[in-house]
């Protein structure tokens, strides 16, 4: 796992590819138990998401604007958690473990494109929620499909345009050896460590994106989050404000655990000297929030779950009537 492989270009060298420690510094027994905890995170993951894509798109009392959102959120999910897991499996099993220039660029560009965009669009559902509590009346109108469109797209297309620049600068540096990543993805700070020039300019341009892209929509969703508590206070009955309290705060830790890590790695971009606790931080925003935010947006959702029955019961009347 110490060999470099390089192509040169004139009187320079450059790796060709990188090796992917992940967690293999661990002892067997703890590599076995943490294949199989993220293997069954992923599959977890993915169907969830993909429960709540096809419950919202086949119930039509879900064609609602929070909906459509939790349907960009829950794709969204599926790719960024397929963007880094299932390498880190292969780093239990392969013994080479390692990932090519390009396909480090690309995972690299995947990953930030769509943790920028993610970044958006909870900003952009926590605004609609403030909508829906604070102007129920107003709340269809101003949340028309024209605005859900624009504002999902501009989240895509901003994640696409950011990851595009930062992606460019970090794979623009040379890189000529050791070629060992100590993280379970090509993730920014591990990167620049293996830089063979200086990178100051690098981790400044890094910090002030991260402060961009993490704490101002955070600034965002605290202030929505902010003015549904004040609407929440008014609200006449106990019930009702324990019903809308609780959706709320469930929305809420999953943003801080996503905003809040993401901001502490890229806004500190220069990685410390425990690897092994950036790499344990990392898997709160990169694993742990993918898995989370099923449970915590929809699956324990009374509509979605109304949906989910209905569609079983409809699958469960097909097959009675064609037997």
């Known amino acids: 796992m110490t060999s470099t492989h390089f192509k040169t270009f004139g009187n320079q ?33 993915i169907l969830g998401n993909l429960i709540i894509i096809t419950v919202a798109t086949l119930d039509s009392i879900l064609h609602t604007p929070m909906y459509y959102f939790l349907r960009n959120l829950s794709f969204l999910e599926i790719c960024y958690i397929t963007v880094t897991l299932p390498k880190l499996l292969n780093t239990f099993v ?19 494109t769509l943790g920028v965009t993610e ?15 604070c102007n129920p009346l107003r709340y269809f109108s101003v949340m028309n499909k024209t605005t859900c469109l624009r504002l999902a797209s501009l989240s895509w297309v901003s994640g696409n345009l950011i990851s595009l620049g930062q992606t460019a600068s970090i794979f623009s540096l040379p890189y000529c050896g050791p070629n060992i990543i100590n ?25 002030v994106t991260g402060f961009l892209v993490l704490p101002l929509p ?54 410390s000297d425990n690897s092994d606790n950036d790499k344990l931080l990392s898997l709160l925003y990169s694993v742990v929030t993918p898995l989370l935010n099923p449970l915590i947006y929809s699956l324990r959702n009374q509509e979605v779950k109304g949906g989910l029955r209905k569609l079983l019961k409809q699958n469960d009347g097909v097959r009675d009537k064609s037997g």
């Open 13 to 45: 060298s450059r790796i060709d590819e990188f090796i992917i420690l992940g967690f293999t510094n661990f002892s067997v027994k703890l590599q076995l138990f943490l294949f199989i905890l993220f293997l069954f995170i992923y599959i977890f993951t």
């Open 218 to 271: 955070f600034a965002l969703v605290l202030y929505s989050y902010g003015r549904i508590i004040g609407a929440i206070l008014r609200i006449s009955t106990s019930t009702g404000r324990k019903k809308v309290f609780s959706t709320c705060a469930s929305h809420f830790v999953s943003v801080t655990l996503f905003f809040g890590t993401g901001a502490f790695t890229y806004v500190r971009v220069k990685a």
């Open 119 to 133: 970044c958006f669009l909870l900003a952009v559902m926590a605004y609609d929620r403030y909508v829906a509590i």
């Open 183 to 207: 993280h379970f993805f090509c993730d920014i700070p591990p990167l620049l460590k293996l830089a063979c020039t200086d990178v100051s300019v690098n981790e400044i341009s890094v910090s």
């Open 94 to 112: 392969d013994k080479r473990k390692t990932i090519t220039f390009q396909g480090c660029c690309t995972q690299m560009y995947c990953f930030f």
